[in-house]
């Protein structure tokens, strides 16, 4: 692109923007939507020129506050790609120390990042991704006593954690508080991902009413790289359909990947009006 044509791309970018925005609902006088920098116009314009993205869509991300649950292998894809994408506040939630074992493939850790606490090495690589956002790193684990204080006030939660009992207490924690929740999981080569609008569509524990007593953990089952990549990627993907509403999400059921043969299956589930987390109980 010369120089020429790169200036009209952009300002044609900005006068779409300045379109949207006087498109949009008038917003309160005291708090008009900010403004795209040409900086944001430049840095985020590979997803702006998308029809299905556009300005309206980039405004909402920048504005949201979003809660990542865990620094590991999905919380890497996924915090990576939602601050590439520029939400505006991001929070990453993990109280464990970078091992040598986690390197292959959480992406946010780098081999002098071993013994670092994994919140502080993802939100120093996040802020050097885009410097123009906020990042929180919280060094605290997730549980049933913390969850409802931790989701209170985010746009939305993205839990890529590796235990039932935290799912669990987030998916709890969201539905009370309504705020809409990715959920995710990874092993061996397959994984699961599920969209979840508390009190719209099935939660966690509509589809997954009771724990699993013997499944498999990460560290005796092992896991692949680019599997817990392409979960976590499409963890990241579901987010921002919830942000913005582009696309419809995987919700009232969920999606089932098996990366060894390459097949997905949409899996249904259904809200349960006996369900002790979304239902009418
Ligand atoms: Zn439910």
Not at 198 to 221: H, I, K, S
Request: with cysteine; proline share 7%.
């Amino acid at each position: 692109m010369t120089d020429n044509s790169r200036r009209g791309f952009f300002r044609e970018l900005a006068s779409v923007v300045a379109s949207a925005r006087e498109a949009a609902t008038e917003p309160e006088p005291e708090a008009p939507p900010p403004d795209l920098t040409d900086a944001e116009i430049e840095r985020y314009s590979r997803q702006l020129v998308l029809p299905e993205w556009g300005a309206a869509a980039q405004l909402a991300v920048n504005e949201a506050s979003v809660l990542v649950i865990g620094a590991g292998a999905l919380g890497a894809p996924v915090a990576l790609y939602l601050a590439g994408a520029g939400v505006g506040r991001i929070g990453i939630l993990d109280d464990d120390a970078v091992e040598l074992s986690n390197l292959h493939r959480q992406l946010l850790h780098f081999t002098p990042d071993v013994g670092v606490a994994k919140a502080e090495s993802a939100a120093a690589k996040l802020r050097y991704l885009n410097p123009d956002i906020v990042v929180e790193p919280y060094q605290v684990h997730a549980d049933a006593e913390n969850a409802a204080a931790l989701v209170e006030g985010q746009d939305l939660v993205v839990d890529c954690s590796d235990s039932f009992a935290t799912r669990y207490a987030v998916n709890a924690a969201c539905c009370a508080a309504r705020v809409p929740l990715v959920e995710a999981g990874v092993l061996g080569m397959s994984g699961l991902v599920m969209s979840i609008k508390p009190g719209r569509t099935a939660c966690y524990r509509c589809a997954f009413p009771v724990e699993p007593l013997d499944a498999p953990r990460c560290a005796d089952a092992g896991v692949l790289g680019p599997a817990a990549g392409v979960i976590g990627s499409l963890q990241a993907l579901e987010a921002l359909k919830l942000l913005t509403g582009v696309a419809p999400p995987i919700a009232d059921g969920f999606l089932q990947v098996d990366l060894a043969t390459a097949e997905f299956l949409r899996v249904h589930a259904s809200r349960r009006a006996d369900c002790p987390d979304c239902g009418d109980v």
